[in-house]
């Protein structure tokens, strides 16, 4: 299998590019890169193909990733017909996507990338064949785990949800400290204490997510000063709030091409 990597040397692409190689998924030899610079960036070390033009790369591989920004897309002018394409990019829809006469996979990876462990779920077209699943599941596994979704609306709620990295175990970091040193508890302590609930907190349900009903059913009914937290959450509105960021994400992620930024 020969794949192309449009956008070879970004965060994104850089990463994928370089652990295909690293778990053997591709050669050197049957991967072909391009970038704007024409920087080599992570593949200095490999002997890989490169070249300067999409419609070049696309008659050399079976397989075309486009980890280029949204806003960038539309002056590739790319025509893959027969091609496999997957798409990383957050806010192209298949529609646009179909232009270039390929069978469509869109799919959504995360920050965590660069460490293997991206949750990259994604949105198989029509025509995608058995035998595409089997090539996209082998090139998202080698950045982590990944589902397939059922309807390609569905991957911008996705991108407001795993897409978000740190941001909202950070906001809830941030948001505890300040409760604590309004009670004069110090800085590096209160920091201290923060970690322990959201990182150790978050720690008890990793592998397990399904876990947190069963730990908020037992919070509630232990009846103790957590449950008075939890009750209190409800009453101002904790889930109203996280409802409300994730719909505006996700609009983000719907109006993301027009806006003309792929920053997810
Ligand atoms: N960052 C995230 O956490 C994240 C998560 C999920 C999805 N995504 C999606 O992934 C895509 C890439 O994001 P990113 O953060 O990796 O962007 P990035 O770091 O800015 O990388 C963009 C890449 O595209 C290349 N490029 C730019 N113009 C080009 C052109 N005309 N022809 C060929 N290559 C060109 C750049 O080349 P040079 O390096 O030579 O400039 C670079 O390799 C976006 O569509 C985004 O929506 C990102």
Redesign the pocket.
């Known amino acids: 299998m020969r794949i192309g990597l449009?956008?070879?040397?970004?965060?994104?692409?850089?990463a994928l590019g370089t652990r295909l190689l690293t778990s053997g998924i591709v050669s050197p030899y049957s991967l072909v890169a391009?970038?704007?610079?024409?920087?080599p960036?992570p593949y200095a070390p490999y002997a890989i193909g490169w070249v300067g033009d999409?419609l070049e790369l696309a008659a050399q591989v079976d397989v075309v990733i486009?980890?280029?920004?949204?806003e960038?897309?539309p002056?590739?002018r790319l025509q893959a017909p027969g091609k496999l394409l997957i798409?990383?990019?957050?806010?192209?829809g298949s529609g646009e996507l179909a232009r270039s006469g390929a069978r469509i996979v869109r799919a959504?990876?995360?920050?965590a990338?660069e460490t293997g462990r991206s949750y990259s779920p994604f949105w198989a077209g029509a025509g995608v064949t058995m035998a595409d699943r089997g090539v996209v599941h082998r090139i998202l596994g080698a950045i982590g785990t990944f589902d397939e979704l059922p309807e390609e609306r569905q991957i911008d709620m996705i991108?407001a949800v795993s897409?978000s990295?740190a941001a909202y175990p950070s906001l809830m970091m941030v948001a505890m400290v300040d409760v604590m040193k309004r009670h004069g508890i110090p800085d590096g302590i209160a920091w201290h204490a923060a970690e322990a609930a959201v990182c150790g907190g978050a720690a008890l349900l990793a592998g397990q997510p399904q876990q947190a009903q069963n730990f908020l059913a037992a919070y509630r009914d232990y009846g103790g000063t957590t449950a008075a937290g939890l009750d209190a959450a409800a009453r101002g509105g904790f889930s109203t709030a996280l409802e409300t960021a994730l719909e505006a994400a996700a609009e983000r992620a719907r109006t993301?091409t027009m806006a003309g930024s792929?920053?997810?």
């Open positions: 449009i956008g070879a040397t970004g965060w994104i692409g850089g391009m970038n704007r610079s024409g920087d960036g999409p486009v980890a280029v920004r949204p960038t897309w002056g590739l798409s990383l990019m957050a806010g192209v959504m990876p995360n920050a990338v991108t897409g990295g993301m792929g920053a997810v």
